[in-house]
């Protein structure tokens, strides 16, 4: 069944999930170009303790906090679920996925299949980071911080301050 996308009660709200092991720039340049689309972001940050993250669930849903503390349409929630639930629960149909590369594309697709064919109201939207902030992963962010390299200019300044 075709979806109505005119019906634009149904696509008020955005989920953006992922680690955020740090929070960087590059998804910060995502979060602010989806609240000026939706009127509502929620920027969901999963556990994922199987990817072992360097920071605590805690610390990367406070550093969430910090970084977008200044966008009034953007909330922060922390969860341990499948996406599609998280989503279904917070009444949410539309999520929004970052696309640096083709590669990033490849993997991006199959989960937004995949999560469609879990619940088939879910819509997926790429966005693409801008030029600046197109090299920009929480794992560059991770490597240069494990040898004690410069990050600060990749990173928001409040997040670093939490840090």
Do not use: W
Request: charge should be negative.
């Amino acid at each position: 069944m075709a979806k109505n996308f005119n019906d634009r009660e149904s696509y008020r709200k955005a989920i953006y999930s992922g680690t955020f092991d740090p929070i960087t720039n590059g998804h910060l340049d995502i979060i602010a170009r989806a609240a000026n689309i939706f009127d509502e972001v929620i920027i969901a940050v999963a556990k994922s303790e199987r990817k072992k993250p360097m920071f605590s669930h805690n610390d990367r849903v406070k550093f969430a906090h910090v970084a977008t503390a200044n966008l009034t349409n953007v909330r922060v929630e922390g969860f341990d679920t499948l996406l599609v639930d998280l989503a279904t629960q917070l009444n949410v149909n539309t999520i929004i996925r970052g696309l640096r590369a083709v590669s990033d594309f490849e993997f991006e697709l199959q989960m937004g299949y995949a999560n469609a064919s879990i619940n088939d109201k879910i819509e997926t939207l790429y966005l693409m980071p801008t030029l600046e902030n197109a090299f920009v992963s929480s794992t560059i962010v991770r490597e240069i911080i494990r040898f004690d390299g410069k990050f600060q200019h990749l990173v928001p300044k409040e997040v670093i301050e939490c840090m």
